[in-house]
């Protein structure tokens, strides 16, 4: 991360010496217990109301949030003091942490910050940009062709502004102005055959209709600043070792799992799922324990539908199977968690019910 906001700064042309990237991590070994006390302090004079108010823009608000959802901001809120900085700079996203922080901290015996904010871009669609939302980004490493793609259908509606939801124009705003102003401050930003010395004027040309601030027009103005720039970024990547840093950071092969797994999972033949070749002996393992079994009995599903909390009904159509067949699929990301023992308790509770065997 460290290497790639050097990188950032680079492609802005800045000099990089006068600013020091420092990648933090937990606190010093001797600060552990200072910290984990702290953390206890916080904690118990936060509310969950207050903690789930602080981060409502930057966690995933859900009825039932984890702790570590909750802790996030006041663990934000401590990063201010044991890493020794004066000040903190995020998005206007991180306000409501940088109000707890301020409240919080002083209570604690240590000094309040400054906290320093920039606004956010919308998303090139005209909502929230997001990492889980490929329309409303412009990665890094994106290809020139890629890049035109997305601004050709960037959200544009004639007449509206960057503050109504206009993503090209608030592109504008907050990427190409400041990129010219930074490169050759003054010089203004040309779109056709016009140039603006200042978004607003810019702006007032597209709401008034103005023939050359055209959609297409700002479109291109976007893409002629922007790509540049990106391509400082494509031609370091090209390095064997940033090569395998992207590799290792995003595996190619995650997307086609993902979607190999929801085709598969949505049959329900046992041979469907098991066709690879390295498991038909596991296949024809099951099939052996599968002929040895005792039919199943309607009488159970009965009690599966109450363990499950299913209609019974909805089992009906289970009855002339002599053997059921059910799959629990997992895809864990490292080791395997206490969230894998729910549905294996349920499994346990499963197997004591007359005529149900469980093969793990």
């Known amino acids: 991360m460290s290497f790639l906001v050097s990188l950032l700064v680079f492609m802005l042309a800045a000099q990089v010496l006068k600013a020091q990237l420092v990648a933090t991590g937990y606190p010093s070994l001797s600060k552990q217990g200072s910290y984990s006390e702290d953390v206890y302090r916080i904690s118990a004079d936060t ?34 003091e044991y890493l020794h900085v004066d000040a903190q700079f995020g998005g206007v996203d991180q306000r409501k942490i940088f109000v707890m922080a301020e409240r919080i901290l002083p209570r604690l015996g240590y000094r309040k910050r400054i906290h320093l904010m920039n606004p956010m871009v919308p998303g090139l669609t ?20 890629s890049v035109q793609a997305k601004l050709a259908t960037a ?83 090209t390095e064997p070792r940033l090569l395998k840093l992207l590799s290792d950071a995003y595996p190619a092969d995650d997307a086609h799992c993902v979607e190999k ?30 002929s040895q079994l005792p039919s199943l009995e309607p009488s159970s599903l009965k009690s599966i539908a109450d363990l499950l909390l299913l209609n019974l009904e909805s089992l009906q159509p289970l009855t002339s199977r002599r053997v059921l067949r059910c799959m629990w699929s997992i895809a864990p990301s490292g080791v395997p968690h206490l969230g894998h ?20």
């Open 126 to 145: 005209g909502d929230k940009m997001s990492a889980s939302e490929a329309a409303s980004k412009i990665d890094l490493l994106e290809s020139s062709s």
């Open 341 to 360: 023992t729910l549905p294996l308790r349920l499994l346990a509770r499963l197997s004591c019910i007359s005529g149900v065997h469980v093969n793990v």
């Open 155 to 237: 959200a544009c509606p004639p007449g509206q502004r960057a503050a109504e939801g206009n993503g090209v124009l608030a592109f504008i705003k907050f990427v190409v102005f400041p990129l010219v102003n930074l490169a050759a401050p003054g010089s203004g930003v040309k779109v056709g055959d016009m140039s603006f010395a200042t978004f607003n004027d810019l702006e007032a040309a597209y709401v008034a209709g103005v023939a050359e601030v055209s959609p297409e027009a700002l479109r291109a103005c976007i893409f002629e600043h922007l790509d540049p720039r990106i391509e400082v970024v494509r031609q370091r990547f």
């Open 261 to 290: 797994h929801a085709a598969e999972s949505g049959s329900a033949s046992l041979t469907a799922v098991f066709s690879d070749d390295g498991l038909t002996d596991l296949k024809n393992r099951l099939s052996s324990i599968e």
């Open 47 to 80: 509310s969950v109301r207050d903690a789930r108010k602080a981060g409502a823009e930057v966690v995933k608000q859900v009825a039932n949030p984890l702790v570590s959802g909750l802790l996030y901001p006041l663990l934000q809120a401590l990063d201010e």
